[in-house]
């Protein structure tokens, strides 16, 4: 079975600060994304990557960047920590026509 | 654009009922359609997917899904649920030339009561 890990589950930090939500997955897919889930509004895309050092913006990625080096690692950066950026993060690594793989989610907290 | 519609924020069963979760798309060309569960505190978990082929589609714990091309719809059912089958429901679309990218419905939540 794919696994997606997700390095940490939950996080607190203090606004303005740089963070880094870190991802790995070990099934040599080339696509990986971050979603940010919240209450009544689903799942939205922040950034995607369909290839190391290949990153396309999602539908909110205001506020955050990421970065791929390696095929297996998708990381998600928060360049200075908001209140409002409090939220599930869900990183997640798919083949077409398999569908997307998720990690356990991390909860972050702004404060 | 590509969007997903859940229609319902929460659907009440009771245990041994029939239960049915609707979800309805908009995309440009030949859907993927899956369906995702979470369960609290944890991240989501396939349950089954629409690529092509017999509109219905079975997955994992005993749900099953009918794409309706006409409707577009892609409502997951499950003929008698569970007090386990309580839990977080996303539907979700892409299409081919979407390159994976997949959109996701707001979510239904499904309370099975005893």
């Known amino acids: 079975d794919v696994k997606v890990t997700q390095s940490s589950r939950y996080l607190v930090k203090r606004t303005g600060e740089k963070v880094f939500l870190e991802c790995v997955q070990d099934m040599d897919h080339e696509n990986m994304f971050w979603y940010r889930q919240d209450p009544g509004l689903g799942l939205r895309l922040i950034y995607f990557s369909y290839d190391v050092k290949m990153k396309e913006k999602g539908d909110i990625p205001e506020g955050y960047s990421v970065s791929r080096e390696k095929k297996e690692r998708f990381s998600l950066i928060l360049e200075s920590a908001s209140t409002n950026q409090t939220s599930m993060y869900l990183c997640?690594?798919?083949?077409?026509?398999?569908?997307?793989?998720f990690g356990q989610g991390t909860r972050l907290t702004v404060v | 654009a590509q969007s997903v519609a859940q229609p319902e924020d929460q659907v009440n069963v009771a245990e041994g009922n029939p239960l049915t979760v609707k979800c309805t798309y908009s995309v440009s060309g030949n859907p993927y359609l899956f369906w995702y569960v979470q369960y609290p505190n944890r991240g989501l978990q396939f349950l089954l997917k629409?690529?092509?082929?017999?509109?219905l589609v079975k997955g994992s714990y005993g749900f099953e899904a009918e794409f309706n091309k006409s409707q577009t719809s892609f409502h997951l059912k499950k003929p008698s649920a569970l007090v386990s089958d309580s839990a977080l429901y996303f539907c979700?679309?892409?299409?081919?030339?979407?390159?994976?990218?997949?959109?996701f419905g707001g979510g239904t939540r499904v309370l099975v009561k005893p």
């Open positions: 629409y690529i092509t082929g017999d509109n």
């Open positions: 979700a679309v892409t299409v081919k030339a979407a390159g994976n990218k997949l959109t």
């Open positions: 997640a690594s798919s083949l077409l026509q398999r569908g997307a793989f």
